[in-house]
């Protein structure tokens, strides 16, 4: 079976190097749902054996077992209405997340997050709090240090409201903030909670911000990702973070924007009810 690219491009805009800002056509196929249904079901914490088809019963009619039970099916959150405020749904953040830390993986293979909270909720169907996503990537010169925010908007006015909120979460708030906690409270929380073969670099970070050592703006990605439904991506939504691009070099943890897009192929409603098909077909 050939396996359909998850991502095409849509649009690359390089008038800002080395900021990039980029959009993309989300178009998943059977295979690819199914991946990120399991995704969801991790995030939505499903995986005990009781909602599991790990038997030898409930076959699909492809001869592939759902991922699920008739009791996880039960389980599954229901699909909010297609409204201005489907994007609070925690479920649909949980899907715009994965698509995201998805997207990001595909486009830096060599980028490692530690600790996805998005995986590691302490109840099903929180939002969580703090920066949606840190990692990093390994370089002959030392670490990259990623901060991730993920946006979602279904809005019509272009840029959505959502990218001014989320510039000044990250830009105001976090990289040239006098008060640096909403960073370091993350990379604390990470630290203790990864993998030991994380911790040191993940120190690493700590002490260079404790310090003052950030002072190079390849060191530091700054990562906004915004995913709209179909038909409503337009390149007047990154014109924010491309106006601030000069802000973020001269933040006091100085950075390079890499701004991502992504547009689905159908209403976030629609991508919910695939994704929860694809877990139980």
């Known amino acids: 079976m050939v396996v359909k690219k998850e991502f095409s491009l849509l649009e690359n805009n390089t008038s800002l190097l080395p900021h990039k800002f980029i959009a993309f056509n989300h178009n998943p196929d059977e295979v690819i749902l199914r991946e990120i249904a399991e995704q969801c079901i991790e995030a939505w914490r499903m995986n005990m054996a009781v909602y599991r088809s790990f038997s030898d019963t409930g076959f699909s009619p492809s001869q592939i077992k759902p991922l699920l039970n008739e009791l996880g099916k039960n389980r599954l959150p229901k699909t909010p209405p297609n409204d201005k405020n489907i994007t609070k749904n925690p479920y649909i953040t949980d899907i715009t997340e994965i698509l995201s830390l998805r997207l990001i993986r ?24 703090g920066i949606d996503l840190i990692g990093y990537i390994k370089t002959p010169a030392g670490h990259i240090l990623l901060i991730m925010e993920v ?131």
């Not at 530690?114 to 939002?127: C, D, V």
């Not at 990470?190 to 950030?214: M, P, Q, R, Y």
């Not at 695939?274 to 077909?281: E, G, P, W």
């Open 106 to 129: 595909e486009q830096h293979e060599n980028v490692i997050f530690p600790y996805p909270r998005i995986f590691h909720k302490e109840l099903r169907g929180n939002q969580h709090k």
């Open 151 to 281: 946006m979602a908007s279904v809005e019509s006015q272009h840029p959505a409201g959502t990218v001014r909120d989320h510039l000044k979460q990250l830009l105001n708030k976090t990289l040239d903030s006098n008060d640096l906690g909403r960073l370091i409270n993350e990379l604390e929380y990470i630290h203790d909670e990864s993998g030991d073969e994380h911790k040191d670099v993940i120190n690493g970070f700590l002490t260079a911000l404790l310090n003052g050592k950030f002072n190079n703006k390849e060191d530091v990605w700054a990562v906004p990702v915004l995913v709209r439904p179909i038909n409503l991506w337009d390149n007047k939504d990154w014109f924010p973070f491309m106006k601030a691009s000069k802000k973020f070099e001269d933040a006091k943890i100085p950075s390079t924007v890499y701004y991502y897009a992504l547009e689905c192929n159908c209403t976030f409603d629609k991508l919910f009810d695939s994704v929860k098909n694809a877990a139980v077909s």
